[in-house]
């Protein structure tokens, strides 16, 4: 959606008309509420004090906001429909009478309402309430049961089709006049509004600029700069330019540098000569630099990185850096040169100051101004395929601000960050040592306990693996995937027992977390409990039939469980046939030998023997872990075969 | 208020930039989502390590060993399944595609008139050996349900038996006959549950199908809504697109405005702000404009969780509009002119908030008869006391550890001053920083949210969190978003309903100030995505009825009755997924502390992705109707799920 995308969008608001018979009519079209807005607040209130109850709609895209007028009051034949609207007023309950409730009889029978401050979707509507009395002109009586009082309190001198105050313990209503002479609100469809492309994006915290080659020597200086990014065939590039080539004078007195990036096409074998002429023409002093596409690249998913609504980086676009290397304000279009003069005398004003710029209506904040969090931009250039980029912009961001950041969690995140960075280029020992730093920050940080912990885990460090992933469960208990890796640590510690106790604890968590099951399975299955490890395989393979090892081992059991009842080896070879067939599976040595053993427990030992060949084949052909016994194993059982024996657990 | 330039509109984008793939959170989080995959993908390698440390050669036999390309099917791979319906096992959504497709194309012609509709201008959206009856009925057969001055409802009848006959063009003409002469005419089907025969020959989808046309002169109305049962035929060898085979009507409703109008409503916004400057500016365009041109880090974003307040503000007797925004964007105070036109409250009245904020209440909190406000924003609550005239001031602010969404007032001890019930939903944002996203678990029942609180009010501007003392604790870790005050049982005490995302909703039945959660035994728990709630008396019985908005998904409908959605899961958590599609719910109070689930009897189930919803008597007639605000998420693309 960050990037334009359509959900559950185009509906249309639904209006259901109550036909008293039990049903609903939907008559959404006929209401004329059914816009394709994406609705999100309705408040009700007679708004115009016709008798007819309006609302108000509040939306999520253009136009935000639909005051929808009922027209029925002119509608012909609507004065033989009756109303009244009642406010409440508390005097020894609640002022506004909150949940007191209004009982209004008329010939037709007694309707109720009650009052109520919020209900709907983040809506609070009027506290006038609106009550229709059909062809009902007489009203009989009008009861409020006000809140903590026992007795409901009975009104007189309610009249229809009038606006009525009740105030707690008069017993009398008062009539309310609307104010008068009310010109009628005319209807109008609104539009929706144009989506304008340009902007000017300021900076509330100022993230530092990505590391970027093409700009060695310009940027880091100590002065501010803006970077323009142009091309020879953009009409209001060339502009723009001209606008500022003109006032560069004023530019260079103001202390600013000015560094252009073209972003022609790089294939073009004329680009140089075409940049050349046109900076000629417009005759340009300012420094140009020939931007490869990565450096476009870098500077798209910076700019994405910092709005909720990413769009690409158009042309022509501008970064207004700061004289501490920071980004102020990015222009998306033209940037006007008296705007960037004014945001450049700003650079130095504090930093609620310069929140003020970045709002475009004024209005008051009650919390402090954010600190730059780069985690977005370290984000995305992960995304770009920039691991290296992404942990040197935050090694950079920590160099800064690594002792001022608050709270510690928010350093650990930056931390935790960098430790993805790392990784994800490679970088394995620095990845462990950010996260070594995160916990640092921040003690309590699970995060990074269960990343050491996983690598760890990858490096058959089981006993350090545990000690980490054990804290990290401390922390959260609910979390089923930290249990089940500290479950898969206990097993490389080959403590069994441990394995099943966290595994069907993760399993109360998250009762389909396959992994879970598929270790309780193996686990039992190493602690001879053949039945109850056939059981669980099953039940993994029920959640998910393509589990081909729970497939593999389930049949090893019932082919090789030293319990007669609960061998099966026709089943077996059902099971493991179906993995020796398939692509993935046809070339798995582990599968052959599985149904060699199912064969040979089915009492067909010649193909026993043809399945524990081919797996022998398979082991030299495609390879196996070194110092595996799985060869020396496969001659063990060649040898039970050709004594017609099957193989046993 | 001040307007700062924004620079001319000469854009050109430059030329395609690399489209970048994959989510924020999925690469960075480590212990979300990603990581069931990470660890399940991870088993071989562990396994192998397993096998390097075992002793006996029996363990290294069984030990798996890594297989690169395993088809290990975990959450994720479900999760993706529901969003490409390419991906292999989904031909159910493959077949919808493109019969909805067929629809679209159908729908798009009939709206060009009748002239279009003969047998040889639709053949190729049906199959020569086409059946279906007559699917419109006569005006003869037709029952109303419903006529007033400005309404007429008419359905087919419970025994409708509908001529059989095989031109389409005559079955489409008997449908299309009320539209006959429309000025304007809209026509679209919305496929919402699919069957295809296990060999793939064959498919039937149903489709809620929906009409409108406007007439001018006399202006008028005519609007119909049917459910198809679609057969399909389907060819197996060729790209053909499939050909409707036969089409049976389950239903059948015509509805017409009566009087010369052709709306209930109409919009009269831009009256009422009188040309505005700051309407134009600041509430004509979308929230996906600001959040484009706004610093994510101010607390913009697009999703249009912010909703409004009507009260009085400035003692006027007049209710004024007070409207919530995201961060970065002022909240708005307007005020109601006599005329009904609205002017903008004067610059220093302590209301314009910055952060982001989700919704707002004008009650009186200190019992001085004027109207406080109440605004919930990022994790507090800011309580804003009144000076009468319409100027506020800080008095409080309440803490909540999540996400708060939205405030509902009421004396729960009675004692004659306004207490506070916050929702909680959880931060399922993380704030910024999407490290720290979290999701709800299980998806379908989760219990990993914010905690709601209730705060008593203890005078001066002095609160109390009660919500353990008071029993509100319980059942208190759902993603809530929404709660209404209601004495469902008649019984004097105000009960809450709270509304939750992800999962079962609560009833809490109070006594005597301490609260119970009843909703399974009431019958309300309503396990589906709750967006918000309303009471109202539906059916005029003197008991308090709810409705509930969630969310209608033609897509959650088409896939979860899917035999293989969700393999091996057992029929209940099947029937949990089912439900979470099925839409609003209406639950008609029996009286005797229960109530009856008539959401589908009563019509109003299909409220689309419902958010705000409320009862309300717009026709004068002594019945509440419902109004319902809904869709989720409409940008320049239209490929909607």
Redesign the interface.
């Known amino acids: 959606m960050a990037e334009g995308k359509s959900f559950s969008g185009r509906e249309r608001n639904s209006f259901f008309l109550n036909t008293g018979s039990g049903k609903f009519a939907d008559i959404s079209g006929l209401s004329g509420f059914d816009y394709l807005d994406d609705a999100r607040s309705i408040c009700l209130g007679d708004w115009d004090f016709d008798g007819a109850l309006d609302f108000w709609a509040y939306n999520r895209n253009s136009p935000r906001l639909r005051l929808m007028r009922n027209t029925s009051s002119s509608a012909a034949g609507s004065e033989s429909r009756h109303w009244v609207a009642l406010r409440l007023k508390g005097v020894t309950c609640n002022r506004d009478a909150i949940g007191a409730r209004v009982e209004v009889t008329t010939p037709s029978g007694t309707q109720f309402r009650t009052l109520r401050a919020g209900e709907g979707f983040l809506s609070q509507s009027s506290k006038w309430l609106h009550l229709g009395l059909g062809n009902d002109s007489g009203i009989e009586k009008v009861t409020v049961r006000w809140p903590g009082s026992p007795e409901p309190e009975t009104f007189t001198a309610v009249t229809s089709n009038t606006f009525q105050i009740l105030e707690q313990g008069t017993a009398t209503a008062t009539q309310w006049m609307p104010p008068s002479g009310s010109p009628p609100l005319d209807p109008f469809d609104q539009e929706s509004s144009p989506v304008d492309e340009t902007a000017r994006i300021v900076l509330a915290a100022r993230p530092p600029l990505p590391p970027l080659e093409i700009l060695d020597g310009i940027a880091n200086t100590g002065k501010p700069l803006l970077i323009n990014v142009w091309a020879t065939w953009c009409g209001p590039c060339l502009e723009e330019l001209s606008a500022m080539i003109a006032r560069a004078s004023e530019f260079k007195q103001k202390g600013l540098d000015i560094v252009l990036l073209n972003a022609d096409d790089p294939t073009d074998s004329d680009r140089p000569n075409k940049v050349a002429k046109t900076l000629g023409k417009l005759n340009s002093s300012f420094e140009n630099r020939i931007a490869d596409e990565r450096t476009v690249s870098i500077l798209d998913a910076f700019q994405r990185a910092l709005t909720q609504r990413q769009r690409p980086l158009p042309l022509p676009a501008s970064f207004l850096v700061d004289s501490e290397g920071r980004v102020a304000v990015i222009y998306k279009g033209k940037a006007e040169v008296d705007t960037v003069l004014r945001d450049l005398e700003m650079l130095e004003s504090g930093p609620d100051a310069w929140r003020e710029q970045a709002a475009p209506f004024a209005g008051q904040w009650y919390q402090h101004p954010p600190q730059p969090n780069p985690l977005r931009i370290a984000m995305k250039f992960l995304d770009l395929g920039e691991a290296k980029l992404s942990a040197t912009y935050l090694e950079r961001f920590l160099a800064t601000y690594a002792d001022t950041m608050e709270p510690r969690s928010a350093l650990a995140d930056v931390y935790f960050a960098l430790g993805r960075a790392h990784s994800t280029d490679g970088q394995d020992s620095a990845a462990a040592g950010a996260y070594q730093s995160a916990i640092k920050a921040d003690l309590n940080y699970r995060k990074a306990y269960v990343e050491l912990g996983h690598m760890l885990l990858k490096r058959n460090s089981f006993d350090a693996a545990d000690r980490l992933l054990s804290r990290a469960v401390q922390l959260d208990r609910s979390d089923a995937d930290t249990v089940v890796l500290e479950a898969m640590a206990r097993l490389g510690m080959q403590k069994f027992e441990d394995v099943e106790k966290l595994c069907r604890f993760a399993l109360t968590l998250q009762p389909d977390h396959l992994t879970a099951r598929y270790n309780l399975a193996f686990a039992l299955q190493q602690m001879k409990r053949h039945r109850e490890a056939a059981d669980t395989y099953a039940g993994v393979l029920k959640l998910a039939n393509g589990q081909i090892m729970a497939a593999n081992n389930l049949a090893w059991i019932l082919a090789t469980s030293p319990d007669d009842s609960l061998r099966n080896g026709r089943e077996a070879v059902r099971i493991i046939q179906q993995l020796c067939d398939s692509p993935a599976g046809e070339t798995q040595p582990i599968f052959w030998m599985t149904l060699g053993a199912a064969h040979a427990e089915a009492g067909d030992f010649v193909n026993a023997t043809g399945a524990a060949q081919r797996a022998l084949q398979l082991c030299s052909s495609t390879g196996i872990p070194k110092g595996s016994t799985l060869p020396a194993t496969l001659q063990e059982q060649l040898l039970r075969y050709q004594q017609s024996k099957p193989v046993r657990d | ?15 395609r ?6 989510t ?1 959170a999925a ?5 979300t989502r990603s ?2 995959q ?3 993908t ?14 006996s ?6 030990a ?2 890594a ?1 690169q ?7 994720l791979a479900e999760e993706v399944a529901l969003f490409d319906p390419k991906v292999d096992g989904w031909r159910s959504e493959a077949l919808y595609e493109v019969a909805q497709r067929q629809l679209n194309e159908l729908a798009h012609h009939l709206e060009q008139g009748a002239d279009g509709i003969t047998s040889a201008a639709t053949s190729s959206w049906f199959h020569v050996d086409f059946s279906a009856p007559l699917l419109g009925p006569e005006p003869s057969e037709l029952v109303t ?2 006529q ?4 007429v ?1 008419q359905s087919a009848p419970d025994e409708w038996q509908p001529v059989a006959q095989t031109d389409p063009a005559l079955s489409l003409v008997s449908f299309l006959q009320p539209l006959a002469g429309a000025g304007k005419v ?1 026509i679209k089907f919305k496929t919402y549950r699919v069957s295809l025969a296990p060999d793939g020959t064959a498919a039937t989808t149903r489709a809620l199908v ?1 009409t ?1 046309g406007h007439f001018s002169d006399p202006a008028r ?1 005519v ?1 119909q ?1 049917a459910i198809w049962d679609i057969s399909w035929h389907l060819t197996a060898t060729s790209d053909a697109p499939p050909q409707i085979s036969s089409i049976v009507p389950e239903s059948y ?1 015509v ?18 702000f009188k040309g505005s400057e ?2 134009q ?18 607390g ?12 009085d503000a400035n003692g006027d ?3 004024d ?1 007070y ?2 925004q995201p961060g ?4 708005l105070l307007f005020l ?1 002119n ?4 609205l002017r903008e409250a004067p ?1 220093d009245n ?1 209301t ?4 982001r904020t ?7 909190l200190d ?3 004027d ?1 406080d406000l109440l605004v919930v ?2 994790t507090q609550v ?1 309580l804003l006391e009144n000076d009468g005239s319409g100027k506020f001031t ?1 008095r409080g ?1 309440l803490q909540l550890p999540g996400s708060p ?7 729960y001890d ?5 207490d506070l019930f916050i929702c909680d939903y959880g931060d399922l944002w993380g704030g ?5 996203e979290r999701f709800p ?2 998806y379908h029942d989760a219990n ?1 949210g914010g905690p709601n609180a209730l705060f008593r009010n203890d005078g001066a501007w002095q609160f109390s969190n009660v919500t353990q003392e008071s029993g509100l604790d319980q059942n208190n870790r759902r993603w809530s ?7 469902f049982d008649n019984d ?1 005490d ?1 009960d809450l309903y709270v509304a939750n995302d992800f999962g079962r909703n609560n009833l809490f039945r109070n006594d005597g100030g301490k609260f119970t959660d009843i909703a399974e035994a009431a019958g309300v728990e309503d396990i589906s995505p709750g ?5 109202g ?4 019985d ?1 008991w ?1 009825d709810l409705y509930v ?1 969630n ?1 209608f ?1 033609g897509a959650g409908n088409r896939i979860t009755f899917q035999d293989q959605f ?4 057992d029929t209940a958590t099947k029937g949990h997924y089912q439900r979470f599609a099925r839409g609003n719910a209406l639950f008609l109070n029996n009286g005797d502390g229960t109530f009856l689930d ?1 959401s589908e ?4 189930s ?9 009862f ?26």
């Not at chain 2, 969404?405 to 004396?411: G, H, I, L, M, V």
């Not at chain 2, 002594?622 to 490929?639: H, M, P, R």
């Open positions: 208020m001040r307007l700062l330039p924004l620079p001319k509109r000469h854009a050109i984008s430059l030329r930039l690399v489209v970048f793939g994959g924020l690469i960075l989080s480590g212990c990581d069931s990470t660890s399940a991870d088993i071989g390698n562990t396994r192998a390590a397993v096998e390097a440390v075992a002793v050669p029996e363990t290294a036999t069984t798996p060993v297989v390309s395993s088809p290990f099917g975990g959450k349900s419903y007033d001055s400005l309404f409802v809209r929906s409108l109305t609007e809504h409703q509805s017409r405005t009566n009087a010369e109008t052709d709306r209930l409503f109409t919009d009269c916004t831009d009256a009422a700051l309407y500016k600041a509430l004509l365009p979308g929230l996906d404009d600001w959040a484009a041109r706004l610093h994510n880090q101010i913009m974003e697009s999703e249009g969780y912010q909703g409004m307040a009507m009260g007797d007049l209710d509009l409207l919530c970065g964007l002022p909240n109601r006599a005329d009904g036109t610059a302590g314009d908030w910055l952060e989700r919704s707002a209440l004008f009650v009186d019992n001085d008869s109207q924003c990022n800011l800080k602010m969404f939205s405030c509902t007032a009421a004396d009675t004692d004659g001053d306004l910024f920083g999407d490290l720290n678990i299980p990993n978003l929404s709660a209404a005050w209601e004495d004097g105000l967006m918000s709630v309303t009471w008396d539906a059916n005029r003197g308090p908005s969310m998904s969700m393999p091996g899961t008539s009897a009563s019509g109003v299909v409220g689309r992705w419902a958010w705000a919803s409320r309300g008597d717009f026709n004068n007639d002594g019945l509440e109707d419902i109004v319902v605000a809904n869709g989720f998420f409409t940008q320049e693309d239209s490929d909607d799920l």
